[in-house]
């Protein structure tokens, strides 16, 4: 389960340190792919990026294909260096924003790559109240 929230400075090269903790749940190669929602960057383990691209496969095919590409387009299969540092595609590093800090945060199944400059002005705007009246709309 991923959990917390790691600073980490991307360096000339685009590599980013990630988290032992994050490592130990990622294996050995895991998938960097583009978020669809957000300008931040999705981490998962091999096994959960197969969970995630499930549904996808069963849909109608032209439908798949197509999505599937999208995903696929810049998303990353890395293996971190002995000093648990990954290469970021220069496509995704742009995606996210990232200058030079990354914000790696932990999102149960998977984790997320910020620019730290997103990821303050997204935790900025987080409304608690918002999200305490969503999770009592589910009966959380």
């Given amino acids: 389960m991923f959990s917390g929230e790691f600073k980490h400075t991307l360096d000339t090269k685009n590599r980013l340190f990630i988290p032992a903790k994050h490592r130990e749940e990622l294996g050995d190669t895991f998938m960097v792919a583009?978020?669809?929602?957000?300008?931040?960057?999705?981490?998962?383990?091999?096994?959960?990026?197969?969970?995630?691209?499930?549904?996808?496969?069963?849909?109608?095919?032209?439908?798949?294909?197509?999505?599937?590409?999208?995903?696929h387009r810049d998303a990353a299969l890395v293996t971190p260096d002995s000093q648990g540092r990954i290469v970021i595609p220069v496509a995704l590093v742009e995606y996210a924003h990232i200058q030079k800090t990354a914000?790696?945060?932990?999102?149960?199944?998977?984790?997320?790559?910020?620019?730290?400059?997103?990821?303050?002005?997204?935790?900025?705007?987080?409304?608690?109240?918002?999200?305490?009246?969503?999770?009592?709309?589910?009966?959380?």
């Fill in 34 to 71: 583009k978020s669809i929602r957000e300008n931040c960057l999705k981490v998962y383990s091999m096994a959960e990026w197969e969970d995630y691209i499930s549904p996808i496969l069963k849909m109608e095919r032209k439908a798949s294909e197509a999505i599937l590409r999208a995903l």
């Fill in 103 to 140: 914000v790696v945060v932990g999102c149960g199944k998977y984790a997320e790559i910020w620019s730290e400059e997103d990821y303050n002005a997204m935790v900025a705007e987080e409304n608690i109240a918002d999200i305490k009246s969503l999770l009592e709309s589910y009966g959380l």
